[in-house]
């Protein structure tokens, strides 16, 4: 797997308030096709996606990772989809969603999905660690950003890499 530290993406559209650089603490798993894609998990023509891990992470507690969607140029959030993350299994994790769906379904209906202005929302993805070592909290991602013209309905593979200590 191919790790990328957050170096800043060549988009220059950032929301209000947002960075165009990744946090320091932050490691994103690289996703295929993200090519060109520096220092956001996620690039797409109207948004993209950053992956922001826990600055600690001790096993046997609950961390959380959040992935925060930006959309880009005329696009906005889109305040009546129903966002929804599907975390992916992964060894030595247990996922602490709340969602009807299952414990690692995270979504918008169940609380874990918060918009931050019009143009960016996070979502929080809760787990523990059953023990020490890197984890990869990945999964997929329901989103939707809007133009006056258009809604775009995306789904993307998007994940962190967490330390458990």
């Not at 947002?18 to 798993?29: D, G, L």
């Not at 969607?69 to 959030?77: E, P, Y």
């Amino acid at each position: 797997m191919v790790l990328a530290l957050g170096v800043g993406c060549s988009r220059p559209e950032t929301a209000a308030g947002a960075s165009n650089t990744a946090p320091a603490n932050s490691m994103m798993v690289a996703i295929p096709g993200a090519a060109g894609c520096t220092g956001h998990a996620v690039c797409a023509d109207d948004f993209f996606i950053d992956a922001v891990p826990p600055d600690e992470c001790a096993v046997g507690s609950v961390c959380s990772v959040t992935f925060k969607l930006v959309a880009t140029g005329n696009f906005h959030v889109n305040d009546e989809y129903p966002y929804r993350f599907k975390a992916t299994e992964a060894p030595g994790v247990a996922f602490a969603g709340t969602d009807a769906a299952g414990k690692n379904v995270f979504s918008k209906p169940a609380g874990d999905w918060r918009k931050v202005d019009e143009k960016g929302g996070a979502m929080t993805v809760k787990f523990t660690a059953a023990d020490k070592g890197s984890k990869t909290i990945g999964g997929t991602f329901k989103l939707s950003v809007c133009s006056q013209a258009t809604c775009l309905l995306e789904q993307r593979e998007v994940a962190a890499l967490v330390a458990a200590r």
